[in-house]
């Protein structure tokens, strides 16, 4: 239990034992007065800042035993601010340090981990007024009470409010957490921390040069960095010059606490947390030094992306070009960028690095590598001007500036250097040269600074971290400086340790003893490798086990499932609820089944289309079958009325169900009063707890996958608090957000479980990475196949160049693979270390097609310590919902058009939404995607068309610009030359030859039409007939046997023989002549057979992909769908 929840389990018993007296909750103010009175607090009302409040909305004075608060606001406001500061008199703290933090009765229990909340970490301070904001409120409205109002009584969250005369907002929350999140047990005992060992005893009174303890799994390492602040403490060193690096805000948190339970007033004093956050801290002390504002904006991933992208355009890149979608390359350059700023490598260096490379280039291959690094140095440096000129900082400029800063500036280093006496750093393997070259800065004899890691635990070589930064520790970096190795691991059994001790003796880049010594008696049971026939058998092995663990004394809460990415987690974690095991993991939050639901809610109020109704049609309060959603989504394509107004009369929509016209009445109910410009919030706040019984349902039930649901709404409705102003309609915002979020990959932190959440028995689903510094009785780790570990080096998107990363003795493609493999090793070193009992493998004996498929090598170097036993599972995994078939009539005269056919390759659920449904919408336009609408409307005109002068294509390319919304952008000068030169390169590309209108030509497959559309024939003086398509886009290596191309082929030589086939690239300014040999052409006729008959059958799964599900017209809608036929004609 954190510092938070048990300031709130204080506050809620101070309630009990008021009402107990006889005081009235629903009278906040004289309730709040009341136990004021009863501690003998004078509370006096003064003026809006009045002197005497020194900034802040109230103050109370220990000595003086008085509460002043601002007279301002409604009744509940104010009996707020006096819960606040009753807050400091229980828990007997008020600061009178003249800092002034703002009061939020809305404040949530944990901030959202987006955007600048993903890098502040509060102050001890900044904690206790969140602390003291949460017992306001628990105090006056306990969890347990307004969540029998709830479920008990029947009050929604508006009678509440209007009951209790507070804001909606404050209710909302407060039954948020109540509903939602797992109630926390009261802690039964207190954490007894062990008597330091002589080697932590060593380690925490190490004075004078610069020390670095290494510390293993399990060792006490938290406990000795602890000791050593005590210690510090001890001799008299003052707190505020003792500065405690980590890097997370979690771990911050964690020793913050720990300290300020024993030594309150100096864990106020000492600065405590991540690099980054202290780095940002530097950026607003001196922002003076570094011409950025006091508070500069920081901006995450998706809005750089969204800088560039205007400007990407005009840099003439050639390797990086992309005029289509350019979002996937700046996303890819940004994190080169982002890589550079880990090596303090900023764009002027980074220029001369390319430029060395490309002297030095040698042959074709190092010579485009050398250009590319030139072409990411030119955005570099154009993204740092439009940063300074909007002043801002992104994620690696929070330690970059500082180090910089502190390296060129003698006053400011000196003055920091003065400042703090002592710095400590934990998992110190887990630095960049960034942070090192901040805290050489810092201290640059090493005198005093302290540093404990593992260089066997380095798991984020992705971002800078490295094991050479251990190895320079005395060295290069901070000469001279000492070591200690705590070596008694107090965590796992004999059989584990000597397990995990005995890889770490053959892991690479290793020189000195690693084997740990283990405390704990032997269990007498090896860690077991159990070992299936196939790989869809791995998930039934292990819920079986997992099972059997259960019932010999391990709950589920206690056991732990690990992969290396979240992808392959999801699909166990669905695997496993199918077998009845109940897991405990939020996965993509985005993509949850839930989430999707509640998105779909949301974008009913602003599609016109109401494709969300598919979703919403599933749901039991508004249940319609298939039928009744069809002609509601016809209807809507068939008119142009506004968003939502379908739903105040049913009556109109044909063929509608007596059960259909219900379930619209009640989801206009539940929808009423909200418009296109409502706040998702709010919305959903009020949907969840007054509309609906929605949030009680999840909080009455006893099955732990509806509580996990519960969590994870809690999570969204958690971001969706922190959501930035911006123009635009506050759903559209969010949905397009919500896009740019998962394509980004920028949603990984949501991923994270609330810490209310600990206390539900469910099996614990993470990433090694996620599970690093945790431990459980039980690990689990499946696929331990030598296909999946260690997985196989790939080069990055993005060469890196020659000479940024600091201690590569070799070319960088050489040292990135090195480091991969050296990280694989930890990766597992890490995940065989978290376990406590028992630590169970899972592999698969032969591959889907009958080979065999061999374990690991890794379990190799584990000798004997690993039983292996063969299992034969009798289950089988249940077929999701959306994977089952659909019941779909298609008229026997269908025809099909090759692009239909394409996509249904490329994903089946997505034609079914959009050929079959046809749903409408279309994923987030870009200016350079409106661009290539413009291009494409004057494409039809322009094909076949030779009569169209110079002035009368400009004049056309300025009209389309205009429909497509683009004549008042910005860069439009810019997309007004980019289409002119692609429709110049149209026409040049007819070399003479006369242009025809195309057409379309239909082909019988499988006893299937198929029709096959070109845009125009070119005929030359000889004859000569060449049928063309033209694309406005790029040409991608996939078009080279795509069905589209197949079916253009085989149009071709069925309706045109003789003739050649071409296709124009207008963003490439190329053409390509698609061609395929019979055999293969035969093939993929076969597979455009069996796709035809796949739909009509009804066959619709989802491929799912990272990278092209957030472009996806129906990301939020895909999933299942409401039960019924789907009559339909497709032509």
Not at 476 to 497: A, M
């Amino acid at each position: 239990m954190d510092a938070v929840e048990a300031a709130r389990q204080i506050a809620a018993r101070l309630h009990t034992e008021a009402v107990q007296r006889g005081e009235s909750p629903w009278r906040p103010y004289e309730f709040a007065m009341a136990e004021a009175k009863r501690r003998e607090i004078d509370v006096e009302a003064v003026a809006e800042g009045a002197a005497q409040l020194n900034g802040a909305r109230a103050t109370y004075s220990a000595r003086d035993q008085l509460i002043l608060y601002e007279d301002k606001g409604i009744d509940f406001e104010k009996a707020f601010l006096i819960a606040h500061e009753i807050g400091h008199a229980e828990l007997g703290d008020s600061p009178d340090d003249g800092q002034i933090f703002e009061v939020d009765p809305t404040r949530s229990a944990e901030s959202s981990p987006v955007g600048m909340d993903r890098v502040i970490d509060y102050s001890h301070r900044q904690r206790l007024e969140v602390q003291m904001d949460l017992f306001a409120r628990e105090f006056l409205l306990p969890r347990k009470l307004v969540r029998q109002l709830h479920l008990d009584q029947g009050l929604t969250v508006t009678s509440i409010a209007s009951k209790l005369g507070a804001n909606l907002e404050i209710v909302a929350q407060q039954l948020l957490d109540a509903l939602l999140l797992p109630e926390v047990e009261p802690a039964s005992e207190t954490l007894r921390e062990r008597t330091p060992n002589s080697e932590q005893r060593e380690a925490s009174n190490h004075r004078g040069p610069a020390y670095l303890l290494e510390a293993g799994p399990g060792t006490g390492k938290t406990q000795t960095l602890i000791t050593r602040v005590e210690s510090l403490l001890s001799d008299g060193v003052d707190p505020a010059g003792i500065l405690l690096l980590t890097f997370s805000n979690k771990a911050a948190g964690e020793m913050a606490h720990r300290l300020a339970q024993r030594h309150p007033q100096a864990a106020a004093a000492i600065s405590i947390g991540t690099f980054h956050a202290f780095g940002l801290d530097l950026i607003r002390r001196f922002n003076d030094q570094l011409d950025l504002p006091k508070n500069p904006r920081l901006l995450d991933r998706t809005e750089a992306v969204e800088l560039l992208e205007v400007e990407f355009h005009r840099l003439n890149l050639i390797h990086f070009r992309d005029i289509y979608d350019s979002t996937p390359r700046i996303a890819e350059i940004l994190g080169a960028i982002s890589r550079a700023k880990d090596e303090v490598v900023n764009a002027d260096r980074y220029l001369q690095l390319a430029q060395a490379m490309l002297a030095a280039a040698t042959d074709e291959e190092s010579l485009q590598n050398a250009q590319r690094v030139e072409e990411i140095a030119q955005v570099y440096r154009r993204y740092e001007e439009i940063k300074r000129a909007q002043k801002c900082v992104d994620f690696g400029d929070l330690v970059l500036l500082p180090a910089l800063l502190l390296e060129q500036n003698e006053e400011v280093r000196n003055r920091l250097q003065q400042l703090y006496d002592h710095v400590l750093v934990d998992e110190y393997q887990d630095v960049n040269r960034s942070s090192v070259r901040l805290l050489a800065a810092l201290k640059p004899d090493g005198k005093n600074l302290w540093v404990v890691g593992d260089p066997k635990q380095s798991i984020y070589r992705f971002r800078g971290a490295s094991s050479f930064n251990v190895t320079q520790f005395g060295n290069q970096d901070f000469s001279g400086g000492q070591r200690g190795r705590l070596i008694k691991n107090y965590r796992s059994s004999v059989e584990i340790v000597d397990t995990f001790s005995t890889f770490a003796t053959q892991m690479r880049g290793l020189h000195e003893e690693t084997r740990l010594v283990p405390t704990r008696d032997n269990s007498g049971i090896a860690p077991e490798l159990q070992c299936v026939e196939r790989g869809n058998q791995l998930s039934v092995a292990l819920a079986d086990n997992i099972e059997k663990l259960r019932e010999q004394g391990f709950p589920y809460r206690n056991q732990a499932v690990l992969c290396g990415g979240n992808e392959r987690l999801a699909a166990i974690a669905a695997e496993l609820e199918s077998l009845k095991i109940p897991v405990l993991f939020l996965g993509s939050l985005f993509e949850r089944r839930e989430i999707k639901d509640l998105l779909s809610l949301l974008s009913i109020l602003t599609d016109r289309r109401a494709a969300g109704l598919l979703r919403v049609a599933t749901w039991p309060e508004f249940a319609m079958r298939m039928e009744d959603v069809v002609s509601i989504l016809n209807h809507l394509r068939d008119t142009q009325d506004p968003p939502r107004t379908w739903l105040n009369d049913p009556g109109k929509i044909p063929r509608l169900s007596r059960e259909g016209v219900n379930s619209i009445n009640r989801l206009a109910e539940a929808l009423a009063g909200f418009t296109t410009e409502s706040q998702p919030w709010r919305v959903l706040s009020v949907f969840l707890l007054d509309r609906t019984r929605q949030a009680a349902d999840i909080a009455l039930s006893n099955d732990v996958a509806v509580r996990a649901q519960g969590v994870a709404i809690w999570q969204f409705m958690n971001f969706l608090r922190g959501q930035p102003a911006a123009q635009g309609l506050p759903i559209v915002r969010l949905l397009n957000r919500v896009r740019r979020l998962i394509l980004l990959g920028d949603d990984r932190d949501l991923r994270q479980m609330p810490d209310a959440a600990s206390g539900l028995d469910a099996v614990r689903l993470m990433t090694i990475h996620g599970a690093k510094g945790l431990e459980f009785d039980v690990i689990h780790l499946p696929g331990m196949s030598k296909d999946t570990l260690p997985t196989s080096w790939r080069r990055p998107p993005c060469p890196i160049p020659d000479g940024m990363i600091e201690g590569a003795h070799e070319g960088s493609d050489e040292h990135l693979q090195k480091a991969h493999d050296q990280e694989q090793e930890c990766l597992f070193y890490v995940a065989l270390s978290r376990a406590k009992e028992r630590l169970c493998f899972y592999a698969a004996k032969t591959k889907s097609n009958g080979h065999n498929r061999p374990t690991t090598p890794f379990l190799e170097r584990l000798q004997n310590h690993v039983r292996r036993t063969e299992v034969a599972p009798t289950r089988e995994i249940p077929a999701p919902p959306e994977e089952t078939s659909i019941p779909a009539v298609l008229e026997a005269d269908n025809t099909f058009r090759d692009s239909e056919l394409a996509l249904y390759d490329k994903c089946p659920r997505r034609f079914l939404y959009t050929h079959i449904l046809r749903t409408g919408g279309k994923r987030q336009q870009t200016g350079l995607m409106m661009m290539h609408d413009a291009v494409r409307q004057v494409c039809d005109e322009l094909a076949g068309n030779d009569e169209i002068t110079d002035e009368q294509l400009v004049e056309k390319v300025q009209s389309a610009l205009k429909t497509t919304g683009l004549s008042d952008h910005g860069y439009v000068d810019d997309y007004k030359a980019l289409a002119e030169q692609m429709l110049g390169f149209l026409r040049s590309s007819r070399n003479g030859r006369k242009a025809a209108p195309g057409g379309a030509a239909e082909i019988e497959i499988g006893g299937h039409n198929v029709k096959v559309a070109f845009d125009e024939t070119l005929t030359d003086q000889a004859g000569n007939q060449v049928i063309r398509r033209i694309r406005s886009g790029h040409f991608r290596k996939t078009h080279e046997d795509d069905l589209a191309t197949v079916a253009f082929i085989l149009m071709g030589t069925r309706q045109f023989p003789g003739a050649s086939l071409e296709v124009a690239y207008l963003a490439d300014q190329k053409t390509w002549e698609p061609s395929m040999g019979g055999k293969k052409l035969g093939n993929r006729a076969e597979l455009i057979q069996k796709i035809l008959t796949a739909i009509t059958t009804g066959q619709f799964p989802a491929e799912r992909s990272s990278r092209t599900c957030p472009n996806c017209p129906a990301l939020f809608v895909c999933g299942e769908v409401p039960l019924g036929n789907i009559s339909k004609k497709v032509s």
